[in-house]
């Protein structure tokens, strides 16, 4: 069978939800990648440290490397999934997956680990730009926003599970198990979307047009929206320019690219990420000294992150993205404002239970609201703003600012704290968040509910940024 070829189905209710859930299971999988990469490295790194004897610019490294080729991922990626479209850049980030997570189990020096660990960055670059961008290309634009918020879901999902695994195998140090156990949800991945259509957009762009209409039968069940989809985006290719040249050529195009960018920065200057890279730190910074006790307020944070991300699936396609951000940006103000004051007085000797439990109570808020608003939105933003033609360039951006970003934090937390202070690190992402708020309101628009085609006429009409998610 061609793998390029839709499985025949009828075009029926039944087996067009049948394939939507399909597609939402094998983006789900690649989000889990995602998310075990990320959790994972919290509960190995003590060990690592011990084993391989790091100093703290090295643990920086172990922690961000990953960061790098994760970038690397993403910029590459843009070209992968212009080329041979998103089922098989899917196909390929899996399998470097499950190659590095074997290399980094197995990796004799940090040296060595450095380097499968920028691999498995590049997998994980991969698949991050590619999950959503294929959901936001597949789903009904009235689940849209619910299916990549699933996605999200499991990239929540995967940092628990990799904090539970790490919990387990620390009672014997075993950090090469935490690293090689991992690999098992990419060869599901790898199987399960050997059998899923392209995407019908990617296919139109490559001026294969009966195979548009063929998938685009498969995942929808009535014949009028299979029609109307079909001319939207018939008439969304006539734009002659494609990618970096309309880019250059676009100031509409460009406005979109640099906002999607900026999200994603957004995104990982809230300061989140640093309590999945570094949760066991903060925690022995909180007066938490035995590794179990770190470890469990870990796992604490990862069910928080599961739990909370279950309120954006449940309210982005009816509240809308806009007012979720502005909400979990000023959860995530308010947390770290507080957090930093329990850290200072905890570190000038006024230590107590009252407050170790209440810094810890803070970082449970702060990923709550970042896992109900800006880890789910920003991802599904950046993959309904941009125009067709440039989609996989604007996403490239996008995904390859996320990545840096997530490097410099993950490259700068513990010299931050060396250098301003442990309380100062926390108020400076509690004024990036404050920020963001404003940015959000003067900038972002709201899409719930809008057709990738219609936020694209809004956009090349010259409207606002902030309305070209409105039919008015």
Not at 73 to 98: E, H, M, P, Q
Not at 237 to 249: I, Y
């Amino acid at each position: 069978m061609d793998m390029n070829t839709p499985i025949p189905m009828n075009t029926t209710e039944n087996s067009a939800r049948t394939m939507t859930f399909l597609i939402g299971f094998s983006a789900a999988m690649a989000g889990l990648l995602f998310g075990l990469d990320i959790g994972v490295i919290a509960g190995a790194l003590p060990f690592i440290t011990i084993q391989f004897e790091l100093t703290t610019e090295l643990q920086e490294w172990v922690v961000s490397s990953m960061m790098l080729g994760a970038a690397m991922g993403a910029l590459s990626n843009g070209w992968l999934s212009f080329y041979l479209g998103r089922k098989y850049s899917l196909l390929a980030g899996a399998l470097f997956f499950i190659i590095s997570c074997f290399g980094s189990a197995l990796a004799s020096n940090v040296e060595v680990l450095l380097i499968w660990r920028v691999i498995l960055g590049f997998s994980v670059g991969i698949a991050s730009y590619t999950a959503p961008l294929y959901l936001s290309e597949m789903a009904p634009e009235h689940i849209r926003g619910k299916m990549i918020a699933g996605y999200q879901l499991l990239v929540t999902i995967g940092i628990l599970l990799a904090f539970l695994s790490d919990t387990y195998f620390s009672f014997t140090g075993n950090w090469r198990m935490m690293l090689g156990i991992i690999s098992v949800p990419a060869i599901i991945l790898f199987v399960v979307v050997i059998f899923l259509p392209n995407s019908p957009r990617w296919l139109a762009s490559k001026g294969r047009l009966q195979e548009t209409e063929q998938v685009l039968k498969s995942i929808r069940s009535e014949p009028e929206k299979i029609q109307q989809e079909f001319d939207d985006i018939k008439n969304s290719l006539t734009q002659k320019q494609q990618g970096w040249t309309l880019f250059k050529v676009n100031k509409n195009v460009r406005r979109t690219v640099y906002l999607g960018m900026a999200l994603q920065a957004m995104q990982q200057f809230t300061g989140m990420n640093i309590i999945m890279y570094y949760a066991p730190r903060i925690f022995s910074l909180a007066g938490f000294q035995t590794t179990e006790q770190q470890m469990i307020a870990t796992i604490i944070v990862g069910l928080t992150f599961v739990l909370a991300t279950f309120i954006a699936i449940f309210t982005v396609d009816k509240l809308g993205r806009k007012p979720i951000l502005k909400v979990g940006f000023g959860i995530i103000a308010l947390g770290t404002l507080i957090l930093g004051i329990c850290l200072q007085l905890i570190e000038n000797g006024h230590a107590s239970s009252i407050i170790s439990y209440a810094a810890v109570g803070m970082a449970i808020m702060c990923i709550g609201g970042y896992a109900m608003s800006a880890a789910p939105v920003v991802w599904i933003l950046c993959s309904e703003i941009q125009p067709l033609k440039s989609r996989d360039f604007g996403v490239t951006c996008s995904t390859t600012t996320n990545w840096i970003s997530n490097m410099i934090i993950g490259a700068t937390f513990l010299t931050l704290l060396n250098y301003i202070g442990v309380a100062q690190t926390f108020w400076l992402y509690t004024g990036m968040n404050i920020l963001f708020i404003f940015i959000v309101i003067l900038f972002v628009p709201e899409t719930k509910n809008i057709s990738l085609e219609r936020i694209e006429k809004n956009l090349m009409d010259g409207k606002k940024l902030r309305y070209i998610g409105g039919d008015n």
